[in-house]
Every structure is written in C-alpha cells, then in structure tokens.
C-alpha cells in the first residue's frame, strides 16, 4: 500500500464518502481516515479492522496516487452500469433486412458520405466515416445502400431500447444505436446466479482472454456488483438478437463514462468489464481531452485556450485555471471526468429531448442564404412540433464552419430561453407574429457564431427545440412554467457539441443537399442523439460567460432584428 494510503479503511459503500479536492487535485489524507465521521455515530471495532487492513495488505497491488484513488471513493462504486452500442447500426439494420447482404462489403451512404461499413467492409480497409469516392476506390465491390431515409433505423432502434427495458425502467437512449442502462437495482437475483470467479465477456487490462479474475483489492462488493453486471449485459444482448436480430457491443462499469468508455473496446458482438482499481489505467491510455465523452469541441477549444490538450494535463490542472473560464460546477465536472469520476444519473428517456432539423452542404458563405436556409428549416421544424404537441422552452442553433484540417469542420451552437408568450396558445396554430420572432432569435444566435463582416464558409446549419414542458392538467396557463423554471435554465448557454464519428455521443447525421421543400423530408431528423447526450454535454458545456436570462433578452435589441412585414417577404421570396 502507498504510505499516502496507510491507515486509511474502506468505508461501506452506503456511506457517503466525503472526498475534498485541492487545486493539486490530490485527496486529503485525512479524508477517509480512522478519526473520519461515518456519519452513523459509531466506532468501529479497532480490532477488526486491523484484521481487515491486513487482509487488505495482502492482496493490495500497488498503486501510485493518484491512481488509487478509486480507494477513496468506494460510495462512488455502488452503481453497476451498462452501454450498449448497436454494430455498424445501419449496416445492420439493412442486413437484417436482406440477409443476402450479411456476408458481402456493404456501406450505408447518406449523400457523398458512408456513415457505416458493416464489419466485412472493415475488415477489408473500408471504415465508417469515409468519403464514398475514397471507400470505392479502396474496394471497388463494396455494395453502397442509401440511409438517408431513417425510418427503418428509427423503429429498429426504439425495438433495441424496449428490450433494454424489459430489464430495467432505467434506461437512457443515447443516439439511435446507444443505450445506458442503470442495473444496479435488478443486481440481487444475478449476483445468485453468476460465478464469482468467472465473468461473462472481457475484463478491461486483461492480456490473456481467460485470465484469472482479480481478487477484491476494493472490498465495497464492486467486484461482486461488476461480475453479476456482466451476466445481466450478456442476457440483454442476447434478447436483443433474439427480439431484433442485431448484435451490439456492451461495457460494464460503475459509471455512465467509463461504461462507455470501455463498450467499444472489443467489437463487434463482446463486452467489457471495467473494475474500479483500472479505472486510473484507462483514463491514463487516453490522450486528448475530446476522447472523453462529455467534452466536446467548443470545450476542447476553450480548454486548449487554458493549455489543457490532454488527459493527463486536465488531471494537472488547477481549479483555480479552469475557473478562469469555467462555472464552478463545470470546472469540477472536467476534473472529476478526466480521473473518471462522473456521478450523472442515468435519465430514462421517454419522447426525444430534442427535435431538430439539420442542413449540410459545401459552402455556404452569404447571410441571405443562411436567413433562407434558416427560415426553410424553421418552418418545416413548426411542423414537426405541431406533431409533437409539445411545449418547447429552449431553441438551439448549430452552425459548422469549414475547417481545412478537419474533415467534419467545427460544430458550433448556441441555445437561448424562448419567449414565455411564443406559445402561450400551444404549438398548433403558430401565428406570424412567433415565427417571426423564432427567426429573430435564430438569426441573433447565428450572429454570435459567426462574425459577417468577415467572409465566413459554413458547411452545414441546423435549429432545434429543446426542453419541453409538459402541461399538467391543473394548470392553465403555460407561462406559470416558464417562470418557475430555475434561473440556471433561463441562461443561455454554449453547448458542448460534440462529433459522433469520433467520441459517439452526438452523432453528425450528415446530408449533403440543397434544401427546398421536396428535398427537405430526407432532413427531417429527430435529434435524440444531440438531447439526449445532453446528460453529458449540457452539463459539461455550460459557461456561463455571456449568459443572458429572459429579461436581458426582452430588454436586447438587435442589428439583425426582422419585423414582422419581412418575415413575410423573405418567405415570399424562397418558397
Ligand atoms: P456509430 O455507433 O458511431 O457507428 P456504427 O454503429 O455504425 O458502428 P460501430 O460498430 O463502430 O458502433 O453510429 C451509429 C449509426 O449512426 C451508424 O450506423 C450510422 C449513423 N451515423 C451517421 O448517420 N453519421 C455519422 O457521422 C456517424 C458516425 C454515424
Ligand atoms: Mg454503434
């Protein structure tokens, strides 16, 4: 045992461990110690704890802190978490649907990109992600399907997470293909039937496939939580295969993050287990900053501002740096995320969070286009909202300018409260007086993106509604919910994009194409993948540098403004 360490006992894993962090980011000693309060008024034995010290000792690797400090957090491993992601979804999907394909290459293209490869196309050199003309060339047989009609995926998907919850009603849909599960409740009857020194699919660190299980170096029962978790993972992909046919990757662990972070290790069709003593290992294999989900790229720009590149140089980071920019809560968040500490709860997901509309193209590079491309797109959103016959409280605007280095550019949004009066009447009738002041908001949030007095090239732009009240039946009036809502909801706030070809939270559901009323159903895309990542990325993109609440916004007047008489020419004009 590290001296940092001597004398320390493990607490019980109902007891809330009180964990204070310096700007060193080291734990107190004095945190976890024999004098600590356990908050239940009684001492424990002296003896026996010696005992169990001893047996601890034995079995203890040894760790270097800051690695060892999963020791002093055990209350944070009571959870027992499991990611799903589907295989190559899409791909999938499309061979569920003509097994013919199951053996063949096949990519699913959307417009000029091939967002998946089925795992015979990988194995042949062609990966998701690739340009069409760059995929054919590396395999001139590859079988291409178009996958802009999402209809199939969708249902194949809400199939996915309906078995998910046969298991358990804490499941949280994260994309089409992802899912997090909380199983910690149903644990009991598996812990019964699993082996305790055997464990279903991979253990993460593992060299050898079957390698003796580790022992219990934490002895919080993780171990034992973590062996029946797998079990639990192994049956649900088994019933997803059974229920849908498609096979999915699972990681096990005792957090949202490290459960994701570990799903993909092995692919396609296995699973990972991570123990909490290797959770220090894994966070140390990682090297920027937007490998973690949750960090995405407006973040890793500002983090870079600060210095920050890596994993390792946020783990070294003072509080005190991250302040400079960040709110308290965020700071901490970043912290907490790159040793791999994440308490967020898994949200059972109902209707999507979000329902947006996106647009890609090459270029885009005059304000009249965008004020058009916005407007299309507002217009056809109002419809999908009246569908949905919720009350939305929050618009967000997406742009994403073009970038030389980066084959996806730079995803960049901005979200703003909605007037409480836009739809004080519901979402069915949508007078012009709102659509005029929803374009308002667009355009100002477009402007705070994007400088137009320099030239700009935007390669796609997008608008969403966010943050749906439900009105309850008692209440009639809809504003009374606005203005309850919480000031920290009324804040404006940056939005932590992030790009799902790399990090997997935020998909880019990439289409090239002009958009024009017939065209415009291929872009009809129900953002759940942006929402509902919104658990990792709200959370940990929000700045409040800039942050305006309601009244700021009603007292703003802007440049850009557009009354009420040019809504209407400008809609004249493009439709
Ligand atoms: P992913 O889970 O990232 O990829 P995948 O399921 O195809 O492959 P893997 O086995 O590595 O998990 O994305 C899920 C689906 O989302 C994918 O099948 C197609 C779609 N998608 C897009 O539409 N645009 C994109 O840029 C990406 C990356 C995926
Ligand atoms: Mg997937």
Avoid at 256 to 268: C, D, E, R
Avoid at 325 to 335: M, Q, Y
Avoid at 390 to 405: A, E, G, H, M, N
């Amino acid at each position: 045992m590290s001296p940092k360490h001597q004398g320390l006992k493990r607490r019980h894993p109902n007891k809330t461990s009180k964990v204070h962090q310096d700007d060193s980011g080291d734990e107190s000693d004095d945190l976890v110690n024999e004098s600590g309060s356990e908050g239940d008024g009684q001492q424990d034995d002296q003896e026996s704890e010696d005992q169990k010290d001893k047996n601890f000792q034995a079995d203890e690797p040894h760790f270097t802190v800051p690695g060892d400090a999963w020791m002093l957090l055990p209350a944070d491993h009571r959870r027992v978490i499991i990611h799903l992601d589907a295989d190559c979804f899409y791909a999938q999907v499309e061979m569920v649907r003509d097994p013919s394909l199951r053996d063949k290459p096949l990519g699913v293209k959307q417009k000029n990109l091939m967002v998946t490869s089925n795992y015979v196309a990988r194995s042949m050199g062609v990966k998701k992600s690739m340009w069409i003309k760059e995929a054919l060339e590396a395999l001139p047989d590859l079988i291409l399907i178009d996958g802009s009609d999402l209809t199939h995926y969708r249902q194949c998907s809400s199939e996915i997470s309906a078995v998910v919850r046969t298991f358990t009603v804490d499941v949280e849909r994260l994309g089409l293909d992802e899912n997090f599960a909380d199983v910690t409740e149903i644990l009991e009857d598996y812990i019964e039937e699993s082996d305790p020194n055997k464990i279903e699919g991979h253990v993460y660190g593992d060299k050898e496939p079957d390698e003796t299980l580790p022992g219990d170096p934490c002895g919080c029962g993780c171990r034992e939580r973590l062996i029946a978790g797998a079990l639990v993972a192994k049956k649900i992909r088994q019933q997803i295969v059974k229920a849908t046919g498609i096979t999915c990757c699972a990681g096990v662990a005792h957090n949202k993050l490290l459960a994701k972070l570990v799903s993909g290790y092995y692919k396609p069709d296995q699973q990972t287990v991570l123990f909490p003593w290797l959770v220090h290992q894994l966070m140390n294999s990682l090297n920027l900053t937007r490998s973690i989900p949750g960090i995405g790229s407006t973040m890793c720009k500002t983090l870079e501002e600060l210095g920050i590149h890596t994993v390792k140089d946020l783990q070294n980071s003072s509080l005190a740096l991250l302040h400079s920019k960040f709110d308290d809560e965020t700071s901490k968040r970043l912290r907490d995320l790159s040793f791999g500490i994440d308490d967020a709860p898994v949200r059972r997901s109902g209707r999507p969070q979000t329902i947006g509309l996106e647009d890609a193209f090459r270029k885009v590079n005059s304000i009249d286009v965008v004020q058009s491309k916005y407007l299309t797109l507002l217009e056809r959103l109002l419809k999908l909202l009246k569908e949905d016959g919720r009350i939305p409280s929050t618009l967000r605007v997406c742009v994403r300018k073009f970038d030389t280095k980066k084959k996806f550019g730079n995803r960049e949004s901005r979200q703003t409260p909605i007037l409480p009066s836009l739809f004080a009447s519901g979402v069915q009738n949508v007078g012009e007086n709102t659509r005029a002041t929803l374009m308002n908001q667009v355009m100002e949030l477009f402007h705070k993106m994007v400088d137009t007095s320099k030239e700009f090239h935007l390669t796609l732009l997008s608008i969403g509604f966010t943050k749906f009240i439900e009105r309850a039946s008692h209440e009639n009036s809809i504003s009374r919910f606005f203005f309850k809502r919480k000031r920290s909801e009324t804040e404006e706030q940056d939005i932590n994009e992030e790009k799902g070809e790399k990090s997997g939270h935020l998909k880019s559901f990439s289409t090239f194409s002009s958009v024009n009323n017939s065209k415009i159903h291929s872009l009809e895309l129900y953002l759940e993948s942006c929402s509902e990542s919104d658990s990792y990325s709200s959370e940990g993109g929000r700045n409040t540098q800039g942050s305006m609440n309601i009244k700021d916004m009603l007292s703003k007047s802007h440049n850009h403004s557009i009354g009420k008489k040019d809504f209407k020419n400008i809609k004249g004009k493009f439709q």
